[in-house]
């Protein structure tokens, strides 16, 4: 097998200082907890950006300023979320984009989330397909239902996406599909021809899961957007904890972890110039 792929999603639009106290909100703290979990393990990190005063923002300066920060202490394949919170319009959402990162996030359809919706208009998702392949930008394809990789296999087929997609496998976010090794076989099979995918569980189905992805040749998304707990009833000291245990089991199975360098090789990405 590839070595494995580990994806630190550090922050997310959710969590609070409240739930989690070690939560990274400022850019300088963003940057401190990458840098623990490249050290960890980590070749991706997945941002969102917050305000001072903890809320959502996909404003560009703020990730402008994050990315800087992260690119001052490591190196590492920096993948922004075009998800931001819910409620924010299409424009909001797209304009880390522009700033030409490695990656972006690429949510396939719409979800119930919780008590919300996660709309995703086919409409505005093909704009943001074609904006993040005029910028250089690998989509990962967020996929939280069944039906959102046949969405992807069509327009693999309309030249919208390139073939070889990287995926995301979302399993337990409320109102989506369950986070279940059934359910995480299912979609597997599903996948397009030659596509690289990541799993990231919800809760405490993150450690399963992943360490059913390093056994399947997947790839492992960890971190507080995720999951703030290390195990039932205790909080994790860290996004680096977390990454340190999948890294940890990896090895245990003989299956390297890859470098920032090795996982643009697997992904087929060129290394970004700093922005």
């Given at each position: 097998m590839e070595k494995l792929i580990i994806t630190a999603a550090l922050t997310g639009a959710e969590?609070?200082?409240?739930?989690?106290?070690?939560?990274?909100?400022?850019?300088?703290?963003?940057?401190?907890a990458a840098e623990a979990c490249v050290r960890a393990g980590a070749s991706i990190v997945h941002l969102h950006a917050?305000?001072?005063?903890?809320?959502?923002?996909?404003?560009?300066?703020?990730?402008?300023?994050?990315?800087?920060?992260?690119?001052?202490?490591?190196?590492?394949?920096?993948?922004?979320?075009?998800?931001?919170?819910?409620?924010m319009t299409p424009a909001e959402r797209l304009a880390p984009v522009t700033l030409a990162p490695e990656m972006a996030t690429?949510?396939?359809?719409?979800?119930?989330?919780?008590?919300?919706?996660?709309?995703?208009?086919p409409a505005d998702m093909t704009v943001f397909a074609r904006t993040m392949r005029e910028h250089g930008v690998k989509p990962?394809?967020?996929?939280?239902?069944?039906?959102?990789?046949t969405t992807a296999e069509r327009w693999i087929k309309?030249?919208?996406?390139?073939?070889?997609?990287?995926?995301?496998l979302v399993l337990g976010v409320p109102g989506a599909m369950a986070a279940t090794p059934e359910s995480l076989m299912f979609l597997r099979a599903q996948l397009p021809?030659?596509?690289?995918?990541t799993v990231a569980g919800i809760g405490p189905a993150q450690l399963p899961l992943g360490a059913m992805a390093i056994l399947l040749g997947g790839h492992v998304?960890?971190?507080?957007?995720?999951?703030?707990?290390?195990?039932?009833?205790?909080?994790?000291?860290s996004n680096a904890q977390l990454v340190a245990r999948i890294a940890r089991i990896s090895h245990e199975?003989?299956?390297?972890?890859?470098?920032?360098d090795e996982a643009r090789a697997i992904l087929g990405l060129a290394r970004r110039l700093n922005h």
């Open positions: 969590v609070t200082r409240e739930q989690q106290p070690a939560l990274p909100v400022m850019p300088d703290e963003i940057a401190a917050r305000r001072p005063d903890g809320t959502p923002t996909q404003d560009k300066a703020v990730y402008r300023e994050i990315i800087a920060a992260i690119r001052a202490r490591c190196d590492v394949i920096i993948q922004v979320s075009t998800g931001g919170a819910v409620g690429l949510s396939m359809g719409s979800v119930n989330f919780g008590s919300d919706v996660f709309l995703n208009h990962e394809l967020e996929i939280f239902d069944s039906g959102m990789l309309q030249g919208l996406l390139d073939p070889a997609v990287h995926v995301d021809a030659g596509a690289t995918w998304r960890v971190g507080f957007e995720d999951n703030i707990f290390f195990r039932k009833g205790e909080l994790a000291v199975m003989e299956r390297p972890v890859a470098t920032p």
